[in-house]
């Protein structure tokens, strides 16, 4: 996909992939790096509430590495990322967040989400850089998006089902709502708009990891950002003062209007206890 094709389908659909960014060789070195890392601190790791048996006891989302691991820092700031990011936004973001999921064989996945619910730019929102480690599809539980629902503002989370999900909470999605699987070959990276509603389920392959690196970033107007986001880097490395957004904004649920479902702010944001 050509940058100019890359920024159409963001605008229009709110992710676009762009295919074969990072290298054989990268991708190797990458997922072999993080295997390491799994094997030295998974104790760091994201295991609240996981039974004994979950696989991802064994293999937990790591996040925030950036502030530890060179390797980390390196691919959030990594210029090919910030070039597209460039021609997507129109102006370079602010990189915030990193995390590797290793989603193992029978793990469960993360329920439908939009990351402006937990990153609360102001003003503005959050793009995420989302590198396949793994080729993926629906066997190991490839990421799944709803086409153009940037468009929606953020709406107020309900529980999430737990047999599917290792978060507890998602987003009402009305029937007939499309959620599409984003096919990927390991080195692929997904760029997507933090209200792009997204999740992924379960990996049901009994032989297949389904890694991924992920660089959250807000856009380049922000100037406020969730507590657990701060500091911001440029990516020339040097950090950049945001304020921290509160919560209690408004959130929308879905409403009937017409016989048609619609969206109505009567919601507020409640407090959020990690980042995600
Ligand atoms: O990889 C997944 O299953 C979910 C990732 C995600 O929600 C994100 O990158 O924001």
Not at 82 to 110: C, D, H, N, W
Not at 241 to 258: A, F, I, K, N, P
């Amino acid at each position: 996909m050509t940058d100019a094709s890359l920024q159409r389908e963001f605008g229009q659909q709110g992710y676009a992939v762009s295919r074969g960014m990072f290298s054989a060789v990268e991708v190797a070195a990458l997922t072999a790096h993080y295997m390491q890392l799994n094997d030295d601190r998974r104790d760091q790791g994201d295991v609240g509430g996981l039974g004994e048996q979950d696989p991802l006891r064994r293999y937990p989302r790591m996040m925030q590495m950036h502030r530890w691991d060179p390797a980390t820092l390196q691919f959030l700031l990594d210029a090919r990322i910030g070039a597209s990011m460039q021609e997507i936004l129109g102006k370079l973001p602010y990189a915030v967040q990193t995390m590797i999921y290793f989603k193992p064989p029978t793990a469960r996945g993360q329920a439908l989400h939009q990351d402006q619910y937990y990153l609360r730019v102001e003003p503005g929102t959050c793009v995420a850089a989302w590198l396949a480690l793994d080729d993926c599809d629906e066997e190991n539980g490839c990421l799944q998006v709803v086409p153009g629902s940037h468009q929606l503002p953020v709406l107020c989370t309900v529980p999430a089902d737990p047999s599917q999900s290792f978060t507890d909470v998602t987003v009402p999605l009305p029937d007939g709502m499309h959620i599409a699987p984003v096919h990927m070959r390991a080195g692929d990276v997904l760029f997507f708009n933090g209200q792009l509603i997204h999740g992924s389920f379960p990996n049901t392959s009994t032989s297949r990891f389904r890694r991924s690196l992920i660089g959250h970033y807000v856009v380049g107007e922000a100037e406020k950002v969730y507590k657990w986001y701060h500091p911001a880097l440029r990516f020339d490395g040097s950090v950049m003062t945001l304020g921290e957004s509160q919560d209690g904004s408004e959130c929308g649920v879905w409403v009937e209007r017409d016989g048609d479902k619609t969206v109505e702010m009567r919601g507020k944001t409640a407090a959020v206890g990690i980042a995600q």
